[in-house]
């Protein structure tokens, strides 16, 4: 129905940055809220940031000041600028969106497919 694809992850060292894209494709009639969860190893799955069709913003406080989450409504894409990283930032990063899907009407929350990101020291 509705496909998330991300790119942008890689390795980089502490202190620099990267950028992660999402793009939403398929049955959409609209997305809602779209946004970045991650998770660790041994870690459960957290926000990292979320932003509304509005633009509203909202962060993890641990990423606060050094993540940028931002969208373009017109691709249905999600973007994530890091910046400042640091090791405990290495996860696997997924984006997701609050999608309307075309015909149905239903509501539901599709996944992308997960992207590594790897901070060294």
């Known amino acids: 129905q509705v496909q998330l694809v991300e790119s942008g992850g890689g390795l980089v060292q502490a202190g620099g940055s990267l950028r992660l894209s999402c793009a939403a494709s398929g049955s959409i009639f609209r997305i809602n809220a779209m946004g970045w969860y991650r998770q660790a190893p041994g870690k459960q799955r957290e926000l990292v940031a979320a932003?509304?069709?509005?633009?509203?913003?909202n962060y993890a406080n641990s990423v606060k000041g050094r993540f940028t989450i931002s969208r373009d409504n017109a691709k249905n894409t999600v973007f994530l600028q890091m910046n400042s990283l640091k090791p405990e930032d290495t996860a696997v990063y997924y984006c997701?969106?609050?999608?309307?899907?075309?015909?149905?009407?239903?509501?539901?929350?599709?996944w992308g497919q997960g992207t590594q990101i790897t901070v060294s020291s």
């Open positions: 932003i509304t069709s509005g633009d509203s913003t």
């Open positions: 997701y969106a609050d999608t309307i899907v075309s015909v149905t009407l239903l509501s539901r929350t599709f």
